[in-house]
């Protein structure tokens, strides 16, 4: 589908493109400029100020892709080409120059706006805590921030890597650009390169245009992969390219395309044990491991529990409009004697759950929300600070041969001793443990 807008031709490709133009429609004009931009996301906004500024001014092609806020909170992704289409005549020039003037002046100062809303929601003011394990952290970010090195973010499930990446890109030169996330894991194996830098009209069925990737999207400014040790071998491949000489090809391609973006990684794998497996190549590995950040566990950062608790809190009493005033004692202790091993993401969702059920001014937890580990089976992290190491080899032997070798799944040894897999397989590999011995026990 196809229509001028202050011009120029848009061409506005989606699943469902006739929802989508219903969407932004104009009762007499069509949609405008102004209308597709009031309802774009909100964090995609400030990113495309930039660009409407330059082909504003240098009247040139638009190719882009974002998300658009639909009815009921559903969010669209949106693929537009926008064509230049000059004047077929001279009158009224005047008056759509200054129009677009007013319009550009507008969206600068809602972009102010909108970075404001973003560093209140979405940056490093939802870091919260000042335990000495996290101040460490930031601290370090402060440093790395201001540079352009390759960071490699570590640390369990849940723990916070992607705000991280968020407070490292904010503070950098880069803050006005655009950061774009990509879960690795999210992706099936066979689109992440398409994903990743994109793809030429017919390259594979299906591939009906150009596609820009996600590194094209985010040139001056970040690209953060998010559990990048998912990444299939081919495409390890592809991105230590992109380190090493800032280029890359598209799939179906034929020639180099150069970007400028800063790169951060995490991973909640120990990318160690993947190099010595050959599940990681090692030069990858050292590429991304320029500024290595180790995000601590919650049970790591537990005077933090209390200002997360109320930070919670806080926030969603106010979103179902509640007044909750404090935190009984009974949840408090039990709040602070618990190991998290889903950390801060576990945290939120209880906190979210009990102020849901919450009937009074003082909020209270079940404590059978809390049993995610087997009855009867020690944490991992306080067997390895209240114990020997062979007292801590014995727990692990023993919930591998319970769980016949298992380690990962429900029914694995690390859900019975309440700890994440990729933590239990490091302990296993720094105890000389040979798991295969279970299996046929």
Same mark, same amino acid.
């Given at each position: 589908?196809?229509?001028?807008?202050?011009?120029?031709?848009?061409?506005?490709?989606?699943?469902?493109?006739?929802?989508?133009?219903?969407?932004?429609?104009?009762?007499?004009?069509?949609?405008? @400029?102004?209308?597709?931009?009031?309802?774009?996301?909100?964090? !995609? *906004?400030?990113?495309?100020?930039?660009?409407? #500024?330059?082909?504003?001014?240098?009247?040139?092609?638009?190719?882009?892709?974002?998300?658009?806020?639909?009815?009921?909170?559903?969010?669209?992704?949106?693929?537009? @080409?926008?064509?230049?289409?000059?004047? #077929?005549?001279?009158?009224?020039? %005047? $008056?759509?120059?200054?129009?677009?003037?007013?319009? +550009?002046?507008?969206?600068?100062?809602?972009?102010?706006?909108?970075?404001? %809303?973003? &560093?209140?929601?979405?940056?490093?003011? /939802?870091?919260?805590?000042?335990?000495?394990?996290?101040?460490?952290?930031?601290?370090?970010?402060?440093?790395?921030?201001?540079? #352009?090195?390759?960071?490699?973010?570590?640390? /369990?499930?849940?723990?916070?890597? %992607?705000?991280?990446?968020?407070?490292?890109? +904010?503070?950098?030169?880069?803050?006005? *650009?655009?950061? @774009?996330?990509?879960?690795?894991?999210?992706?099936?194996?066979?689109?992440?390169?398409?994903?990743?830098?994109?793809? /030429?009209?017919?390259?594979?069925?299906?591939?009906?245009?150009?596609?820009?990737?996600?590194?094209?999207?985010? !040139?001056?400014?970040?690209?953060?992969?998010? %559990?990048?040790?998912?990444?299939?071998?081919?495409?390890?491949?592809?991105?230590?390219?992109?380190?090493?000489?800032?280029?890359?090809?598209?799939?179906?391609?034929?020639?180099?395309?150069?970007?400028?973006?800063?790169?951060?990684?995490?991973?909640?794998?120990?990318?160690?044990?993947?190099?010595?497996?050959?599940?990681?190549?090692?030069?990858?590995?050292?590429?991304?491991?320029?500024?290595?950040?180790?995000?601590?566990?919650?049970?790591? *950062?537990?005077?933090?529990?209390?200002?997360?608790?109320?930070?919670?809190?806080?926030?969603?009493?106010?979103?179902?409009?509640?007044?909750?005033?404090?935190? $009984?004692?009974?949840?408090?202790?039990?709040?602070?004697?618990? !190991?998290?091993?889903?950390?801060?993401? /576990?945290?939120?969702?209880?906190?979210?759950?009990?102020?849901?059920?919450?009937? $009074?001014?003082?909020?209270?937890?079940?404590?059978?929300?809390?049993?995610?580990?087997?009855?009867?089976?020690?944490?991992?992290?306080?067997? $390895?600070?209240?114990?020997?190491?062979?007292?801590?080899? !014995?727990?692990?032997?023993?919930?591998? +041969?319970?769980?016949?070798?298992?380690?990962?799944?429900?029914?694995?040894?690390?859900?019975?001793?309440?700890?994440?897999?990729?933590?239990?397989?490091?302990?296993?590999?720094?105890?000389?443990? &040979?798991?295969? *011995?279970?299996?046929?026990?």
């Amino acid at each position: 589908m196809t229509t001028a807008l202050q011009g120029a031709e848009f061409d506005v490709l989606s699943d469902d493109s006739e929802l989508v133009l219903s969407h932004l429609h104009h009762p007499t004009d069509g949609p405008t @400029v102004e209308v597709v931009l009031s309802q774009a996301h909100l964090v !995609d *906004r400030a990113a495309i100020q930039p660009l409407i #500024d330059r082909i504003t001014r240098e009247v040139e092609d638009w190719n882009r892709e974002h998300r658009l806020r639909m009815p009921a909170g559903v969010v669209k992704h949106l693929h537009v @080409v926008a064509h230049a289409v000059p004047d #077929d005549a001279t009158a009224g020039t %005047e $008056s759509t120059y200054a129009e677009i003037q007013a319009l +550009k002046d507008r969206l600068q100062s809602e972009n102010i706006v909108l970075r404001e %809303e973003i &560093d209140k929601t979405s940056m490093f003011e /939802e870091i919260v805590g000042t335990s000495p394990p996290l101040r460490a952290v930031l601290s370090h970010v402060s440093k790395v921030a201001p540079t #352009d090195s390759t960071v490699l973010i570590t640390g /369990e499930t849940g723990t916070g890597k %992607e705000l991280i990446a968020r407070a490292i890109h +904010k503070r950098s030169p880069r803050a006005a *650009r655009a950061f @774009v996330a990509v879960n690795c894991a999210a992706i099936p194996s066979s689109l992440i390169a398409s994903e990743l830098f994109g793809h /030429e009209k017919g390259a594979f069925t299906g591939a009906l245009q150009r596609r820009q990737g996600r590194f094209e999207l985010a !040139d001056g400014g970040t690209i953060f992969l998010d %559990e990048v040790g998912e990444l299939p071998a081919e495409t390890q491949i592809m991105l230590l390219r992109v380190l090493q000489e800032r280029e890359f090809e598209r799939v179906g391609g034929s020639g180099p395309v150069r970007v400028n973006v800063r790169v951060i990684a995490a991973t909640n794998r120990d990318l160690h044990a993947a190099v010595a497996d050959g599940t990681f190549r090692a030069d990858l590995f050292y590429r991304l491991n320029v500024f290595p950040l180790d995000v601590p566990a919650l049970r790591e *950062r537990r005077p933090d529990i209390p200002l997360l608790v109320e930070y919670f809190t806080h926030r969603y009493a106010t979103r179902v409009g509640k007044r909750i005033r404090c935190v $009984s004692r009974e949840t408090s202790q039990l709040l602070q004697s618990y !190991d998290w091993p889903g950390n801060i993401r /576990e945290l939120q969702n209880v906190i979210e759950r009990a102020v849901i059920v919450c009937d $009074s001014d003082t909020l209270s937890i079940d404590a059978r929300w809390l049993s995610g580990r087997s009855p009867g089976t020690a944490p991992l992290a306080s067997l $390895s600070t209240g114990t020997l190491a062979t007292h801590e080899k !014995d727990a692990i032997e023993a919930a591998l +041969k319970a769980s016949k070798g298992r380690v990962a799944g429900p029914f694995g040894a690390a859900g019975r001793l309440g700890v994440p897999a990729s933590t239990l397989e490091s302990k296993i590999k720094a105890l000389h443990i &040979d798991k295969r *011995r279970f299996k046929s026990g």
